[in-house]
């Protein structure tokens, strides 16, 4: 699960699904425990994923299955929406099913494109456009430390007067480390 934060100091809580067509029932309602305990948390919910419900008439909401009325049930009792409206996998001659589905519990989705699958894939990929602002985060440079020479490092560090350097802060640790931490970097 990742968790987004938006401009307006809201959380978006996403989760990826993915439920195998050979699922048994145990996991089938184990995934439906887990759509309940991200309900129960605060924040926007977005769920997506390959559901695996070919059963599902999404235009009425009524299946067949009984594993597929228990998830049904889930996603009515937190009023969440299912977002996906034309079937997401179709291969050979067989009947196109919806089964990919994007499943929020407020209307910030604004469109879904359905592009050709990618690869080998017999699923349409989902391009989703959401009406939310997440905050912009300022990320800090990372130095990529399996890259440097520590030998030449080490040498440079012996060069220097460590006594010199470090004991005028002796009484100061913090300055003592910004001193030592600077002519590291």
Same mark, same amino acid.
């Given at each position: 699960?990742?968790?987004?934060?938006?401009?307006?100091?809201?959380?978006?809580?996403?989760?990826?699904?993915?439920?195998?067509?050979?699922?048994?029932?145990?996991?089938?309602?184990?995934?439906c425990s887990l759509i309940?305990?991200?309900?129960?948390?605060?924040?926007?919910?977005?769920?997506?994923?390959?559901?695996?419900?070919?059963?599902?008439? +999404?235009?009425? +909401?009524?299946?067949?299955?009984?594993?597929?009325?228990? %998830?049904?049930?889930?996603? *009515?009792?937190?009023?969440?929406?299912?977002?996906?409206?034309?079937?997401? *996998?179709?291969?050979?001659?067989?009947?196109?099913?919806?089964?990919?589905?994007?499943?929020?519990?407020?209307? %910030?989705?604004?469109?879904?494109?359905?592009?050709?699958?990618?690869?080998?894939?017999?699923?349409?990929?989902?391009?989703?456009? =959401?009406?939310?602002?997440?905050?912009?985060?300022?990320? =800090?440079?990372?130095?990529?430390?399996?890259? *440097?020479?520590?030998?030449?490092?080490?040498?440079?560090?012996?060069?220097?007067?460590w006594n010199d350097k470090?004991?005028?802060?002796?009484?100061?640790?913090?300055?003592? +480390?910004?001193? %030592?931490?600077?002519?590291?970097?």
């Amino acid at each position: 699960m990742l968790e987004i934060q938006t401009d307006g100091n809201r959380v978006i809580q996403v989760a990826t699904l993915y439920r195998s067509p050979n699922s048994s029932i145990d996991n089938s309602l184990k995934m439906c425990s887990l759509i309940d305990l991200i309900c129960n948390r605060a924040g926007y919910k977005l769920f997506l994923g390959d559901f695996n419900f070919p059963n599902i008439n +999404w235009n009425t +909401w009524n299946t067949t299955g009984s594993t597929e009325s228990k %998830f049904i049930d889930t996603v *009515r009792k937190f009023f969440l929406q299912q977002h996906v409206n034309n079937p997401t *996998r179709a291969r050979g001659s067989t009947t196109p099913h919806l089964l990919d589905l994007i499943i929020t519990d407020y209307s %910030f989705v604004e469109n879904i494109d359905y592009a050709a699958p990618l690869g080998k894939s017999d699923h349409s990929i989902l391009h989703i456009f =959401c009406n939310l602002k997440p905050v912009k985060y300022q990320f =800090c440079d990372k130095f990529a430390f399996s890259e *440097r020479d520590y030998e030449g490092l080490s040498n440079e560090l012996q060069l220097i007067d460590w006594n010199d350097k470090l004991l005028p802060y002796s009484d100061n640790i913090d300055q003592m +480390w910004q001193n %030592f931490k600077c002519e590291l970097e």
